[in-house]
C-alpha cells in the first residue's frame, strides 16, 4: 500500500478544489490534487446534444435512490473541472440580503456566519480569476461593488435583444447575466469563444467556457509542486487516535488501494459526495461520521426549486448564444406577494434532437425542428429551505440514498405564473411547456447541479460542522470548500459563491501555512 506526503491534499477538481489548488500553487507547497473522474475528451461528441443531453454520454454511471427506495440517475459528472465542465458558466453573487436571515412563507433562510461585505473582495477576485462579462447596475438587486466588471457583458442576439426590449415595455428590469466565457467581441478573430449554441449544459470543444479545468487546474500544473492524480477515487479519510487530525487519504486507483498524507486535507467532492465521503469515515472516535459531533453532516440538503419551461416565440428564434438576460423583478417579492419570489434566466437554445426527445420521438423530424427554430427557453429558480430532513445518507455497502422532499413550492409556482403571465408581452403563445431532457432523466430529483448545504458553516460547533474558515470544528485539519458550507441556498446560481469562498479559504491556508504568494 503506496504513502505518500504532501502538505495539501484536495480532494476534487471542480469550482472549489480546482480554484484552491490554482491559489495555492505559487505558495511552493506540496500539493496533490485528487480526481475521481479523468480528463474529459475533446471529441465532436462535446457539441453533439444527442450525446450529450439525450444520451447522457458523459454523465456519471452511478445509481442513487431516494427517500422511497426508487434509484435514479444523477445529473452528475465526474472529470477533471468537476460540474463546471458542463455548466452555464452564469457567475453571480449573492444578493447583499441572502447573507439573512430572509423572510420566506414557507419559512426562515438562516443568516450566514460571514457578511456580504467579508465575502465582497473574494467576489471580485474570483470574477477576475473566471472571466465574468456583465454590467453593474443594471440587475435591480445586485449587491453594492464599486469595481465594474472585468470585462463588457455578452451582447444579446437579435430576437434576445428583442425579447429584452419587450420587457422593458412591460416594465419589467432585464439586465445582461454575468458570464464567464473567453470571449473578444471587440475581435472576434482572436476570442477563444465562438459563441456557439452548445454552452449551457455542454463540455467546449476549443476550451472557451470558464471552467475550473482550463482556468484553474491547466495553470496550476504548470508548477512543479502541484500533483493531479486521476480515477482516484476517496474511499475514506482516516484519523489519527486522538480523533483530532486526518491523517490518511485512502484512495483507491486502478483497483490499488493507496494511502496519501498531507498536513491539511481539503474536502470538495460536492454537496452530496463530500458529505458522503465523511460518512463513510465514520470511526470509534467520530461514530456518526467525520465531523459530526453536531449531527449536521449530510443534514440541511438543497439544490432549489429548478425549472426548465419553453415559450414559444410567435417569431422565429434563430439565437446561437442565448443565455445572455437575466430577470429579477421578482427576487424579493412581488405586488401581489410579499416574500422572495425567485430568479428568471435564458437558457441554451433547444434544438430538435432535444424536443424529439421530449416527444419519445413521436414528433416527425420536420415539426421538430419547427418547434426549436420558435422556442425561448427559460430556466427558473426559486429558493429552497434548508430542511434537516431533506439529507445525504450512506448504507454500509456504501449506497447513497438522498432524502429530499421541496419545501417553499407555493414561491416557484407564482414565479413560474409571473413568466407565464408576461407571454403576450413578449410575442409568445401563451403556454409554457416543461423542459425536462435538461437533465436527461425525468426524475426531478436527479437535477444536482445547484447542490449545496449539507456540511453547513456557522459559530456553534452544535449547530454547525465546519468553523467560520469551513475548517471541521472537531478535527484540526480538516477543510471543505465546496457548496457544502452553504447555510442556505438564495436563488442565484452558486458557482461565483464558491469560487469566492475557495479564494478567502486559500488565503487563510497559506497564512497557516506560513508561506508566501498565492496567486488571485
Not at 474536502?267 to 452530496?272: L, M, Y
Not at 429530499?404 to 407564482?414: F, G, L, M, S
Request: charged share 20%.
Amino acid at each position: 500500500m503506496p504513502t505518500n506526503r504532501y502538505d495539501v491534499i484536495i480532494i476534487g477538481s471542480g469550482a472549489g478544489g480546482g480554484t484552491l489548488a490554482h491559489h495555492l500553487a505559487p505558495t511552493g507547497k506540496r500539493i496533490l490534487l485528487l480526481e475521481r473522474g479523468e480528463h474529459l475528451p475533446r471529441e465532436r461528441d462535446n457539441w453533439d446534444s444527442r450525446a450529450v443531453v439525450v444520451e447522457g454520454k458523459y454523465k456519471a454511471p452511478e445509481t442513487w435512490y431516494d427517500k422511497d427506495g426508487r434509484p435514479f440517475h444523477p445529473g452528475i459528472h465526474y472529470c477533471v473541472g468537476g460540474n463546471t465542465k458542463f455548466y452555464g458558466a452564469v457567475l453571480f453573487r449573492l444578493r447583499e440580503q441572502d447573507f439573512g436571515p430572509l423572510h420566506h412563507k414557507a419559512g426562515i433562510s438562516p443568516p450566514w456566519p460571514i457578511s456580504y461585505a467579508d465575502l465582497a473582495p473574494y467576489y471580485t477576485r474570483a470574477e477576475r480569476l473566471y472571466s465574468v462579462h456583465g454590467e453593474r447596475g443594471t440587475d435591480p438587486t445586485e449587491p453594492p461593488c464599486d469595481d465594474p466588471y472585468p470585462h463588457p457583458p455578452v451582447s444579446h442576439e437579435p430576437r434576445i435583444q428583442a425579447l429584452f426590449d419587450d420587457l422593458k415595455r412591460a416594465g419589467q428590469r432585464p439586465f445582461p447575466l454575468p458570464v464567464g466565457i473567453r470571449l473578444d467581441e471587440s475581435a472576434p478573430h482572436r476570442s477563444a469563444c465562438v459563441r456557439c449554441s452548445t454552452c449551457d449544459g455542454f463540455p467546449c470543444l476549443v476550451q472557451a467556457k470558464a471552467d475550473a479545468h482550463v482556468t484553474c487546474v491547466a495553470p496550476a500544473l504548470e508548477h512543479p509542486n502541484v500533483t493531479l492524480l486521476t480515477g482516484a477515487y476517496v474511499d475514506r479519510l482516516e484519523t489519527s487516535p486522538s480523533g483530532r487530525e486526518v491523517t490518511g487519504v485512502v484512495v483507491r486507483r486502478d483497483g490499488v488501494e493507496e494511502t496519501h498524507r498531507a498536513d491539511i486535507v481539503v474536502v470538495s467532492c460536492g454537496a452530496i459526495n463530500s458529505a458522503a465521503l465523511l460518512l463513510r469515515s465514520a470511526s470509534d472516535r467520530h461514530p456518526g461520521g467525520l465531523a459530526n459531533r453536531s449531527g449536521v453532516v449530510g443534514r440541511h440538503y438543497m439544490c432549489h426549486l429548478n425549472s426548465a419551461l419553453i415559450a414559444v416565440s410567435r417569431r422565429p428564434n434563430p439565437t446561437h448564444f442565448q443565455k445572455t438576460l437575466g430577470l429579477n423583478d421578482f427576487y424579493f417579492g412581488a405586488d401581489d406577494w410579499d416574500f422572495p419570489l425567485g430568479h428568471i434566466q435564458m437558457l441554451g437554445k433547444t434544438d430538435a434532437a432535444m424536443v424529439s426527445a421530449e416527444s419519445h420521438g413521436l414528433l416527425p423530424a420536420g415539426a421538430a425542428e419547427r418547434f426549436a427554430s420558435h422556442a425561448l427557453d427559460f430556466w427558473l429558480t426559486s429558493e429552497d429551505l434548508p430542511d434537516p430532513d431533506n439529507r445525504v445518507e450512506v448504507g454500509r455497502d456504501g449506497r447513497i440514498t438522498l432524502r429530499y422532499t421541496p419545501n417553499n413550492v407555493e414561491a416557484h409556482d407564482r414565479l413560474t405564473a409571473k413568466l407565464k403571465q408576461l407571454l403576450r408581452h413578449i410575442g409568445c403563445e401563451r403556454t409554457l411547456i416543461p423542459r425536462e431532457a435538461y437533465f436527461g432523466k425525468r426524475i426531478p430529483i436527479a437535477g444536482t447541479g445547484h447542490q449545496n448545504g449539507t456540511i453547513r458553516f456557522g459559530h456553534d460547533p452544535e449547530t454547525s460542522a465546519l468553523d467560520v474558515t469551513c475548517k471541521a470544528h472537531d478535527l484540526d485539519n480538516l477543510y471543505v470548500v465546496d457548496a457544502s458550507f452553504f447555510p442556505s441556498s438564495a436563488a442565484v446560481n452558486p458557482t461565483l459563491t464558491i469560487i469566492a469562498n475557495a479564494l478567502r479559504v486559500g488565503d487563510h491556508l497559506i497564512e497557516r501555512l506560513h508561506a508566501a504568494g498565492g496567486v488571485a
